[in-house]
């Protein structure tokens, strides 16, 4: 069954401060899709990324960057040099392509806190 | 602002009551995706429709329904509601279900439950 793992629940850190959020993965699918989403204090939900199973590439966005493990089953998300306004809910999700559904599963979320 | 709106922003109702929270895809966009936000549940799936059909269904109770109709507006009904109903509903949208594409997803219906 597939299963998506953001162990860190809620990140502290001073701004100008890089973190890195954590996503680990479980599916049986050798094609997935994973994907990044971010919650901010007024609710809505942003799509950050998307990443095929069989691009391993790592991508940087700006001060953003993803690093896509398959050995690892991991795609963790980095923000260099965090601003205020990073502060955050952000949410790991895994779409399996052997599934009819285009559902996206969730982690449960890491809550970022950049301190001024 | 992702393009898909939903309404209304907020809704307070008591338990046994039915509401129904009302969805408009991007312009464009075939596919709309129900999820419920709750705090013990996290972020659930609960169903899809892809031009006017249902495609697929994840966690809804069946004291829940939803439709898409030909303009491509979504509603999702919600009735003899409970207070552990109580949550974020949120309508996304892709342009054809695909899932390379991603998800786009509106503001959400906040739903409380005296």
């Known amino acids: 069954a597939q299963k998506v793992t953001q162990a860190q629940t809620e990140i502290s850190v001073v701004e100008k401060e890089d973190v890195t959020l954590d996503c680990v993965y479980e599916?049986?699918?050798?094609?997935?899709?994973l994907f990044w989403y971010k919650q901010p204090p007024s609710g809505e939900l942003v799509f950050l990324i998307r990443?095929?199973?069989?691009?391993?590439q790592n991508e940087i966005s700006g001060r953003y960057s993803w690093n896509f493990q398959k050995s690892t089953s991991s795609f963790n998300f980095t923000i260099t040099a965090s601003q205020v306004v990073d502060s955050a809910v952000y949410f790991c999700?895994?779409?399996?392509?052997?599934?009819?559904?285009?559902?996206?599963?969730f982690g449960t979320g890491t809550r970022l806190t950049v301190i001024p | 602002d992702s393009g898909v709106t939903q309404t209304p922003k907020h809704l307070i109702t008591a338990t046994g009551q039915r509401v129904t929270l009302r969805c408009s895809p991007r312009?464009?966009?075939?596919?709309v995706y129900w999820y419920q936000q709750s705090l013990d549940q996290g972020l659930q799936f609960l169903i899809q429709?892809?031009?006017?059909?249902?495609?697929a269904k994840g966690n809804i109770l069946e004291r829940f329904s939803a439709q898409q109709f030909p303009d491509l507006h979504s509603e999702l009904n919600l009735s003899s509601l409970e207070l552990g109903d109580s949550a974020l509903y949120f309508c996304?949208?892709?342009?054809?279900?695909?899932?390379?594409?991603?998800?786009?997803f509106g503001d959400g219906t906040r739903l409380s439950i005296l």
């Open positions: 996304a949208s892709s342009p054809s279900g695909d899932k390379r594409q991603p998800q786009h």
């Open positions: 599916t049986r699918d050798t094609t997935y899709y």
């Open positions: 990443r095929n199973s069989f691009d391993e």
């Open positions: 999700a895994l779409s399996e392509a052997s599934t009819g559904a285009n559902n996206l599963f």
């Open positions: 312009s464009g966009d075939l596919s």
């Open positions: 429709y892809y031009n006017g059909e249902e495609r």
